[in-house]
């Protein structure tokens, strides 16, 4: 079966006002492992989408979230989204929070399609048990694939918020969706607690910053 295209899920956007109006379904998946806020990331995309007027829907699959294992959060937003299924190559943007999900998810990526990854390895419980191997080559691999490669952590950590990887990453997100800074910048303070405001917000910047450079 044929993959789709980008831009054939998506169709057009336009934006008037608060109100943002798709055309069609835009499907965004985000992997990663346990703990490193692939479900906040998630929530702060689908009260942008709600708050410009589209309909959200919301699965997240956790697994052994607890213990390092793979996490996933499929987010499609639209005038009416009908159904939560993500096909291989159906998603228009995919999130790696981690390089080795990023390889993982590669098979959900459109034709056309984005990929924001993390540039960093963590050992997941899959190749702990021998279920999946670490590959040696994965950045480039990831580069051959056209897959933005943002040292998240490490701008995390300069933007003075070492746990907010998950926004930096938000960040880079938001170049590759119709929604406005402003839209970004108020469901970020409004999910992350109210003493951390400030340094997420840096965060989300500079995790646009270098997703633009």
């Known amino acids: 079966m044929a993959h789709a295209t980008a831009s054939e899920?998506?169709?057009t956007v336009t934006t008037s006002g608060a109100q943002t109006t798709v055309e069609g379904t835009k499907t965004i998946l985000l992997v990663g492992v346990g703990g490193q806020g692939t479900i906040l990331a998630g929530n702060i995309l689908a009260m942008c989408a709600a708050e410009a007027g589209l309909d959200v829907?919301?699965?997240e699959i956790h697994g052994m979230s607890q213990r390092g294992?793979?996490?996933?959060?499929?987010?499609?937003?639209?005038?009416?989204v009908d159904s939560m299924v993500c096909d291989p190559g159906c998603a228009d943007v995919v999130v790696a929070f981690e390089a080795v999900e990023a390889l993982r998810a590669q098979q959900y990526l459109a034709e056309g399609g984005r990929m924001f990854v993390n540039d960093e390895q963590i050992v997941p419980v899959s190749v702990h048990i021998g279920a999946f191997d670490m590959p040696a080559d994965a950045a480039e691999r990831l580069d051959a694939m056209g897959a933005v490669r943002i040292p998240a952590g490490q701008i995390a950590r300069e933007a003075g918020s070492p746990r907010s990887?998950?926004?930096v990453?938000?960040?880079?997100?938001?170049?590759?969706?119709?929604?406005s800074v402003e839209q970004w910048r108020d469901?970020?303070?409004?999910?992350?607690?109210?003493k951390t405001v400030e340094a997420n917000l840096e965060a989300f910047e500079r995790g646009r910053a270098a997703a633009e450079a």
């Open 9 to 11: 899920a998506a169709s």
């Open 57 to 59: 829907k919301v699965s």
């Open 69 to 80: 294992g793979s996490v996933s959060t499929i987010i499609r937003v639209g005038e009416k």
């Open 165 to 167: 990887t998950n926004v």
């Open 169 to 179: 990453l938000v960040g880079a997100l938001s170049t590759a969706l119709p929604f």
């Open 187 to 194: 469901a970020i303070a409004r999910r992350v607690p109210p």
